[in-house]
């Protein structure tokens, strides 16, 4: 596993060697040992999570403001336009995002740590998106930064409309929301 870095330091895009041949290929997706070699990040996974979107879905940015989640996330059908933002108020990076593609023929991972905000658009006609968190889910204290705060100028690729959760539709502005000290 080789793990490169983005325009955030902390979000980390990982590369599985992949083992390929006339009859298909093998990875490992997921290997402790390789993973902290790689990152530098003793974490513990404790969910797998599975979702399956149409195009123009776009989910977040989303993150709990107890029980901070980092999240190691890949796509294996389709592709996602990926993004995590730095919401630590005592970062140096603090209001920044960095952007990724994620796609089942790329194989790509991205590693978004405790303290960010993450959502994704799907680009492809559906995609199957697959992360693990290192705390569970709590929707009480789940929050969203508005996917188009005129702030923060995210380039999303759209191709007309986004489609949002009513949950989304509220995100709030990052300078009106709870953020992480």
């Known amino acids: 596993m080789k ?5 955030l330091p902390d979000v ?6 992949v083992f390929g041949d006339e009859r298909g290929f093998f990875y490992e997706s997921f290997n402790k040992k390789a993973f902290a070699a790689a990152t530098k990040v ?6 797998d999570n599975h ?5 123009n879905v776009l989910r977040g940015l989303h993150y709990q403001i107890e029980h901070a989640q ?11 336009f990926d993004v995590a933002l730095d919401v630590r108020k ?9 952007t990724v593609s994620l796609s089942a023929e790329n194989r790509r991972m991205v590693f978004v740590p405790a303290g960010f905000a993450h959502g994704f ?26 996917w188009n705060d005129p702030d923060l100028k995210i380039p999303w690729p759209l191709s007309g409309e986004p489609i949002l959760s009513v949950k ?8 009106d929301a709870e953020v992480y000290a």
């Open 42 to 47: 003793d974490a513990e996974f404790v969910q």
């Open 70 to 80: 980092a999240k190691l996330i890949r796509v294996i059908a389709g592709e996602v």
């Open 12 to 17: 980390l895009v990982l590369e599985p060697k």
């Open 121 to 146: 658009l799907v680009v492809s006609e559906t995609a199957e998106f697959l992360y693990k968190t290192t705390d569970y889910w709590h929707p009480e204290h789940e929050r969203s930064i508005m």
């Open 3 to 7: 793990a490169i870095a983005t325009t």
């Open 90 to 98: 005592s970062s140096p990076n603090f209001g920044k995002f960095t």
């Open 51 to 55: 979702s399956r979107s149409v195009k």
């Open 168 to 175: 989304d539709q509220r995100g709030m502005r990052l300078k």
